[in-house]
C-alpha cells in the first residue's frame, strides 16, 4: 500500500480528519483520536500503523514485515505497523484500518460519536 492509497482509504471512512505531524508522518483522525499512521518507515517503504484489539496485537506483532509500532506499543498500546514486505495485504490493511477506526470511535463519548454521525 502506498501513502497515497493509505491516504485515500482512510480518507473514504467516517468522520476522519487528516494532518501531517511528527516528521511528516500521515496521521488519520476521527473525532481527534488518531486510528492511523502513515510514516516513519525503513528504507523507504510505506510503514503503516495502526490500533488493534488485545488478540489482534498478540497474533501479529511476530509476523514477517510487522511489528509492534514504535513509541504506541513500547508505551504498552495495542498498535501494529506494517513496515516491510510481506506483511499483510492491501486488502488486509484496509480491514485493519478500518477495524482501528470502529475501536477509536468506539471510545469516543456517546455525545461526541453522535455528533459525528458515528452511531
Known sequence: MTYDDFNDFCSSLAATTHVVQWGGAHVWKVGGKVFGIGGWADDGQAGITFKVSDIAFEVLKDQPGLRPAPYLASRGMKWIQHYCEPGLSDTELQD????????VSRGLTKKKRKELNLD
Open 96 to 103: 485493519y484500518l478500518q477495524t482501528s477506526h470502529h475501536i
